[in-house]
């Protein structure tokens, strides 16, 4: 019983790492780099540049 | 490489929903890009970062010194006050703190893009990137 316990939550765990590691979500600092757009905007995208 | 023409879409495609944030990441084995990063930061101290940042996009590889003080120019910039910050490498430690933060989050490729902090990597399409978007405006 201990076993089965054990196996299904090794289980669990496994898939929800996949799903974690998916949509892993990085916590990047805005700094005071260059910005467009309203500052309270739903969404916002950090884009990393070489303009070479 | 920049995004560019695909980010401009989406940000023209989401408009008043979106916030773009430009972090520098020039690869050091390149010639112009760490002085094409300044270049952008100079435009940006006289309020023409992304009209600085279009030229850049559009006219690269050309992004030697002369070329970029052709650019500030262009732009109607104050091109002794533009040239003197990039050979002084101005923002050295701005792009610095950038480059450090790029290796720390261990990117390999530009352009890399976090929406909403969700990774992603190279130019994709259009619809890849909107496909996100509308996950996270949902």
Redesign the interface.
């Known amino acids: 019983m201990k076993l089965r316990a054990m196996t299904l939550l090794c289980c669990i765990l496994a898939l929800s790492s996949i799903g974690f590691a998916d949509?892993?979500?990085?916590?990047?600092?805005?700094?005071d780099?260059?910005?467009?757009?309203?500052?309270d905007?739903?969404?916002?995208?950090?884009?990393?540049?070489?303009?070479? | 490489?920049?995004?560019g023409p695909v980010?401009k879409k989406?940000?023209a495609a989401?408009s008043?929903?979106?916030?773009?944030?430009?972090?520098?990441?020039?690869?050091r084995y390149?010639?112009?890009?760490r002085i094409?990063?300044e270049a952008?930061?100079a435009a940006?101290d006289q309020g023409k970062?992304?009209e600085m940042?279009d030229i850049?996009?559009t006219r690269?590889?050309k992004?030697d010194r002369q070329n970029l003080i052709a650019y500030a120019q262009e732009l109607g910039l104050d091109v002794k006050k533009f040239t003197a910050a990039i050979d002084a490498q101005k923002h050295k430690s701005e792009i610095d703190?950038?480059i450090k933060?790029?290796e720390s989050?261990d990117?390999y490729n530009?352009?890399?893009?976090?929406?909403?902090?969700?990774?992603t990597v190279g130019e994709r399409p259009f619809t890849y990137y909107k496909k996100i978007?509308d996950e996270?405006?949902r």
């Open positions: 949509e892993k979500r990085y916590d990047v600092p805005l700094g780099s260059p910005s467009f757009g309203p500052h905007a739903p969404v916002t995208l950090i884009e990393f540049i070489d303009f070479q | 490489m920049a995004a980010v989406v940000l989401y008043g929903k979106l916030r773009l944030v430009i972090k520098n990441y020039p690869y390149r010639d112009f890009s094409a990063a952008s930061l940006r970062y992304w940042h850049l996009i690269s590889p992004l703190a950038d933060l790029a989050l990117l530009t352009p890399t893009i976090f929406i909403n902090g969700r990774k978007i996270e405006l």
